[in-house]
């Protein structure tokens, strides 16, 4: 068999487990694995070691905020924070651009803003807005990989929260195109007003876990009637873990996302007025975190993707410190893999987690596990080369999104990402760009 080129290593994540051999790769799609020895005669190598190669992460919630708020964010400076990630493919949000997608005017925007600024593959979402439902269908037609909607306001006027009516009118041609939902699952119940917007604790108080919980019971409740999928994203409550499971147990399609920042953090180690760990649903106790990490281990928690959310630096108001004003949104593009593993070897995973977590799972979320996900046949030669046992600090001069503002900024983490390939071409290795951009704009099959 004529191949391009074979990755070799004694670490291969395949299906199977673990093993020792090399990845063969053909026209840019994975040919097989074989033991080192079976290389073909003449077949160029490339040796890695030791080094774990996996298929690149999949993350499917992006806010990427180009068109319109560019500097913000932009598909070239967040696809190559992708890329030094370990991630290949990406999907963004449907806010924070301007316009926000949902028409098909603004999903074709988005399509020419992306022409040749793509680091890795990208998918986009369509926006669930009061009034919007006529333009569903033309959307899915054009590819979108699911439709996203708030429960809450998003905290912008173009992008108001839907509402059970507009759920009602979406689901069931979302159940017939086999398109997920995704959903920002709060509604506001009611809480404390905060009398020190400087304090964590109040900010805390201000979006308590009963919103998310009754969100959840909301959506379990329209899965159930409509039969439609529908996609819990950002869950920070462990208090819906029971409803969920129940879910899941009943044979409902509701799938959970959950986020690097909402299992690393804990909101007793979050300083007043360090708006930069500013989120909502928000960062919780150390407790709650810990019960998020037992629902990744029983199966309840599919997903961890990042929502990356990022913004310019002076709208975190870090000088006044003030949660209630300051954006919100954690920017970790770069840096889930790392987050993750680093909590996660802690509490006696393998990688193997990590990657069904960060690259399976969300592949099938959005219907595209024939093409990304997993090292096997037939599959998009999306590899990452990492090392789990190496040690590294986040610096903002490694960071490469627009703003290197992060709550992760000091950490010490393991899991150095050295290499990441996309359809078989390297786009990038230790420290450097190659061979780009040549991702893609992926549509729904």
């Known amino acids: 068999m004529a191949v391009d080129f074979a990755l070799k290593s004694r670490r291969i994540l395949t299906p199977d487990g673990e093993r020792s051999g090399a990845v063969l790769v053909q026209e840019g799609r994975i040919a097989g694995v074989i033991a080192s020895e079976a ?16 298929a690149g992460l999949v993350d499917s919630h992006v806010h990427i905020n180009e068109p319109g708020r560019t500097a913000w ?31 098909p005017a603004a999903l074709a925007e988005k399509k020419a803003a992306a022409q040749g600024k793509l ?15 006529s333009a569903l269908a033309p959307l899915l037609e054009g590819g979108v990989l699911g ?54 604790a109040d900010y805390l ?76 649903p928000p960062i919780r106790e150390a407790e709650n975190r810990e019960r998020l990490w037992a629902a990744l281990r029983d199966g309840i928690i599919d997903a961890v993707v990042s929502d990356h959310s990022p913004t310019l630096p002076v709208l975190k108001l870090l ?6 004003r300051a ?9 889930g893999l790392s987050v993750v593993w680093t909590a996660a070897r802690a509490r006696g995973f393998a990688w193997a987690d990590v990657a069904r977590w960060m690259s399976l799972a969300p592949a099938h979320l959005l219907g595209l596990a024939d093409r990304k996900g997993q090292i096997a046949p037939g599959r998009d030669a999306d590899l990452v080369v990492w090392n789990p046992e190496a040690l590294f600090c986040v610096e903002p001069a490694r960071i490469h999104h627009r703003h ?33 951009p040549v991702g893609r704009v992926l549509v729904r099959s």
């Open 404 to 436: 290197p503002l992060t709550p992760y900024d000091g950490e010490r983490l393991y899991g150095v990402v050295e290499m990441t390939w996309l359809r078989g071409k390297k786009v990038y290795a230790q420290g450097r760009f190659l061979d780009g």
């Open 319 to 324: 000088d006044a410190g003030d949660f209630q």
């Open 39 to 54: 290389v073909p005669a003449g077949c160029p190598v490339e040796d890695v070691g030791a080094s774990v190669v996996m």
């Open 147 to 200: 439709v996203k909607a708030f429960l809450v306001p998003s905290g912008l006027e173009d992008f108001p929260n839907a509402t059970e009516a507009d759920l009602r009118a979406a689901l069931p041609l979302l159940a017939r195109a086999g398109v997920p939902l995704l959903v920002h699952a709060e509604r506001d119940l009611g809480a404390p007003a905060m009398r020190d917007p400087c304090r964590y």
């Open 119 to 133: 680091w890795v593959d990208c998918g986009f979402y369509a926006g669930l807005v009061p009034g919007n439902a």
């Open 205 to 280: 108080a201000s979006r308590p876990r009963a919103w998310e919980n009754a969100a959840v019971a909301l959506l379990i409740e329209q899965a159930r009637a409509f039969g439609a999928a529908i996609h819990i994203v950002h869950l920070s409550s462990s208090e819906a873990v029971p409803a969920l499971a129940a879910a899941r147990a009943e044979g409902l399609p509701v799938t959970v996302e959950t986020c690097p920042h909402y299992l690393y953090f804990a909101a007793e180690a979050v300083a007043d007025g360090d708006t930069r760990f500013k989120c909502a």
């Open 73 to 103: 964010e932009g598909f070239e400076t967040a696809t190559r924070a992708a890329a030094a990630g370990g991630i290949t493919t990406l999907v963004d949000m449907p806010l924070n651009s301007t316009p926000v997608t949902t028409t």
């Open 327 to 335: 954006w919100g949104g954690i920017a970790s593009l770069q840096l």
